[in-house]
């Protein structure tokens, strides 16, 4: 068990406001002003390889958002589809790549307008089932989150995505 430090030892534990709370990264992918309590979702749907060193802040304050989450990944870039399937779990999330300590390309992230293939279709009666075809979507709405499926037309909610 942990013990708070107390007396003369508490004042280092004290953040003083130019303090960071996680190293800057060398290089990699930072997914920030992820919706509090998305980074857990956004990261098992990222599949990353084994060896990545990934830091997670949970549930942080911030002045626009109120509370966020952040995810920071040492060397390693986000693909398209991964960036994608983020966008779905948490609008307006900011993907940042960083280079040499620098931010080189910062992109906030949008939900794609259709799509094939990043989330499987909950209806049991869908052909994707039985042809074994990837889900193609259309976006219906961007916040929250829906979708159609484009062979069956169900409407799905945020909350009831399967990714693939």
């Known amino acids: 068990?942990?013990?708070?430090?107390?007396?003369?030892?508490?004042e280092a534990f004290v953040m003083k406001p130019d303090q960071?709370?996680?190293?800057?990264?060398?290089?990699?992918?930072?997914?920030?002003?992820l919706r509090a309590g998305a980074a857990?979702?956004?990261?098992?749907?990222?599949?990353?390889?084994?060896?990545r060193t990934v830091t997670i802040g949970i549930n942080l304050e911030s002045p626009s958002l109120g509370r966020k989450?952040?995810?920071?990944?040492?060397?390693?870039?986000?693909?398209?589809?991964?960036?994608?399937?983020?966008a779905l779990i948490s609008p307006d999330a900011t993907l940042a790549i960083i280079r040499k300590f620098k931010v080189t390309g910062k992109t906030k992230l949008k939900p794609p307008a259709a799509f094939k293939g990043l989330i499987k279709c909950p209806n049991p009666g869908c052909i994707v089932h039985e042809e074994r075809?990837?889900?193609?979507?259309?976006?219906?709405?961007?916040?929250?989150?829906?979708?159609?499926?484009e062979y069956c037309e169900r409407s799905i909610g945020a909350d009831q995505f399967e990714f693939a």
Request: charged fraction near 30%; aromatic fraction near 2%; hydrophobic fraction near 40%.
């Open 40 to 51: 857990l979702r956004a990261l098992r749907v990222l599949h990353l390889p084994a060896d």
């Open 1 to 10: 068990m942990r013990r708070e430090p107390h007396g003369e030892d508490a």
């Open 69 to 86: 989450d952040i995810i920071k990944i040492a060397n390693y870039e986000l693909t398209g589809d991964q960036a994608a399937k983020v």
């Open 20 to 33: 960071q709370v996680v190293s800057k990264l060398e290089r990699g992918t930072v997914l920030d002003h």
């Open 133 to 149: 075809v990837q889900g193609s979507f259309v976006v219906e709405q961007d916040d929250p989150v829906s979708v159609r499926c």
